[in-house]
């Protein structure tokens, strides 16, 4: 089995102690610190701009992951980079030339990544897939941490990871929402690769451990 990959939502985290959280991630066994960035619009709630996500870059020791979750990603793709970014996922149901903006992402030297929610469908990557680094399948409906998983996912998973060994891409497929240790596995069975937490690290009684069990499940 290939390696999970795990990357804990600094969403979830206490955001008077920011610098804290991102130094737990850091000494944990954590690949990647996942960074959502809400706009009100095409999500409803705001999380945080560009001073923010500079002052978690200036502590963070593990790459950043950038899942845009906003209105118009293409305006703020360089913000990104300056912030650290070594992912940037953009949502497909917003982007009118995605694959423009799939070939600016990696213009700018970054994993290239597109973010599904629940209700879309996987057939809109079959014309970008060669353009893919990362599928970021939303397991909640995108806009508030602590939601119930979507039990659908499974399913978009098995049909993503098809898609990806037609195409013979060795593509990272990462799930945001409600991920636990009781679904964990099961994601991983279906051909998940890479791991979003928020809540069920952050809220944990010792959210290092627990980034190790998701990292074995």
Same mark, same amino acid.
């Given at each position: 089995?290939?390696?999970?990959?795990?990357?804990?939502? $600094?969403?979830?985290?206490?955001?008077?102690?920011?610098?804290?959280?991102?130094?737990?991630? %850091?000494?944990?066994?954590?690949?990647? *610190?996942?960074?959502?960035?809400?706009?009100?619009? /095409?999500?409803? %709630?705001?999380?945080?701009? /560009?001073?923010?996500?500079?002052?978690?870059?200036?502590?963070?020791?593990?790459?950043?992951? /950038?899942?845009?979750? *906003?209105?118009?990603?293409?305006?703020?793709?360089?913000?990104?980079?300056?912030?650290?970014?070594?992912?940037?996922?953009?949502?497909?149901?917003?982007?009118?030339?995605?694959?423009?903006?799939?070939?600016?992402?990696?213009?700018?030297?970054? /994993?290239?990544?597109?973010?599904?929610?629940?209700? @879309?469908?996987?057939?809109?990557?079959?014309?970008?897939?060669?353009?893919?680094?990362?599928?970021?399948?939303?397991?909640?409906?995108?806009?508030?941490?602590?939601?119930?998983?979507?039990? %659908?996912?499974?399913?978009?998973?098995?049909? *993503?990871?098809?898609?990806?060994?037609?195409?013979?891409?060795?593509?990272?497929?990462? $799930?945001?929402?409600?991920? %636990?240790?009781?679904?964990?596995?099961?994601?991983?069975?279906?051909?998940?690769?890479?791991?979003?937490?928020?809540?069920?690290?952050?809220?944990?009684?010792?959210?290092?451990? @627990?980034?190790?069990?998701?990292?074995?499940?």
């Amino acid at each position: 089995m290939s390696e999970i990959l795990i990357a804990p939502s $600094i969403l979830a985290a206490d955001f008077g102690n920011l610098a804290a959280a991102t130094h737990m991630i %850091n000494e944990s066994q954590a690949d990647y *610190i996942h960074i959502d960035i809400m706009d009100g619009n /095409f999500v409803p %709630n705001i999380s945080f701009g /560009f001073p923010v996500t500079q002052a978690i870059c200036k502590h963070a020791k593990k790459p950043l992951d /950038f899942h845009l979750m *906003i209105n118009n990603p293409d305006h703020y793709l360089e913000d990104c980079v300056n912030s650290g970014a070594k992912i940037i996922t953009v949502h497909a149901e917003v982007c009118n030339h995605l694959n423009r903006t799939l070939q600016r992402i990696k213009e700018l030297g970054v /994993f290239a990544g597109v973010a599904l929610n629940p209700h @879309t469908s996987v057939d809109v990557l079959k014309n970008v897939i060669n353009d893919l680094d990362l599928i970021l399948i939303m397991s909640v409906n995108p806009g508030f941490g602590g939601q119930k998983f979507i039990d %659908n996912t499974y399913a978009k998973v098995k049909e *993503i990871k098809q898609l990806a060994d037609v195409a013979d891409k060795n593509i990272l497929i990462e $799930i945001d929402g409600g991920v %636990n240790g009781e679904n964990a596995p099961l994601l991983v069975k279906a051909g998940a690769n890479m791991l979003v937490a928020g809540s069920y690290v952050f809220n944990s009684i010792n959210p290092s451990q @627990t980034i190790a069990n998701l990292k074995n499940p």
